[in-house]
């Protein structure tokens, strides 16, 4: 451990990070972490509610002696998260390893989208197939599209069903999403190019052009 040559990562670096003992027993060298914060030490007391020293040094078998000697030498407080969200405090005098800032981060990806209650015969695989399309479209991958039913099915009177029909049907128009608005301009179109190809067979079976 070098108190003068400190390994300080930058902000969003995600990766494996090698620590020495004692953060060792809390950054685990075989999993990710990301850097989500490089402070000095006094701006992290302030953050930490001037409970630093039992928050970081303490837990670790550290004395005050070591924070004050840390302090004295400049050394950086780094903050390490986990992939599940929990921060751990690392004086950066004892990284002794970072990933690289030029990798990028992946992980596992899903898209669900909850459409509440439908009729039990309600056929929504071409809305699959849209979004299957979509998808494609956008990321230049294969999905796997699953339609899921959950719940306990519930029967209603003809009235209420086709009152939830009207207001689906409403609000189709009033919402004016994005592809709805490409399908009416499509639509429009088609019908004007229909218009102009008229004209122009009446033009050219009445001889105005040669």
């Known amino acids: 451990m070098s108190l003068t040559n400190q390994i300080v990562p930058s902000v969003g670096v995600f990766g494996k ?7 060792d027993s809390v950054i ?8 989500i914060r490089v402070q000095d030490y006094p701006s992290a007391t302030s953050d930490l509610d001037n409970t630093f020293f039992e928050t970081v040094y303490e837990p670790r078998g550290l004395t005050r002696e070591d ?23 690392v004086p950066a005098s004892y990284i002794t390893g970072i990933p690289s800032s030029n990798t990028t981060a ?3 990806l ?7 209650p439908l009729p039990i015969d309600e056929n929504i695989g071409s809305l699959r197939d849209y979004i299957t399309d979509a998808i494609v479209d956008h990321y230049g991958i294969n999905p ?16 209420v069903h ?8 409403r609000k189709k128009i009033q919402l004016q999403t994005k592809n709805s ?30």
Do not use: W
Not at 17 to 23: D, E, K, L, N, R
Not at 110 to 116: I, R, V
Not at 150 to 155: D, L, P, T
Not at 162 to 169: K, S, Y
């Open 67 to 89: 924070l004050a000697k840390h302090a004295r030498a400049g050394v950086l407080l780094v903050t390490l998260q986990t992939e599940s969200g929990v921060n751990y405090y």
């Open 162 to 169: 086709q009152a939830i029909t009207n207001i689906r049907n």
């Open 106 to 108: 992946y992980n596992c």
């Open 181 to 210: 608005q490409i399908s009416a301009l499509t639509a429009e179109r088609n019908k004007l190019k229909l218009q102009v190809d008229v004209l122009a067979k009446l033009v050219k079976d009445n001889g105005l052009v040669n």
């Open 17 to 23: 990070y090698v620590v020495a003992t004692p953060f």
């Open 144 to 159: 796997i599209v699953s339609i899921v039913r959950y719940g306990a099915s519930e029967a209603v009177s003809p009235s």
């Open 110 to 116: 899903m898209l669900t989208a909850q459409l509440g």
């Open 28 to 35: 685990n060298a075989n999993k990710n972490h990301t850097c």
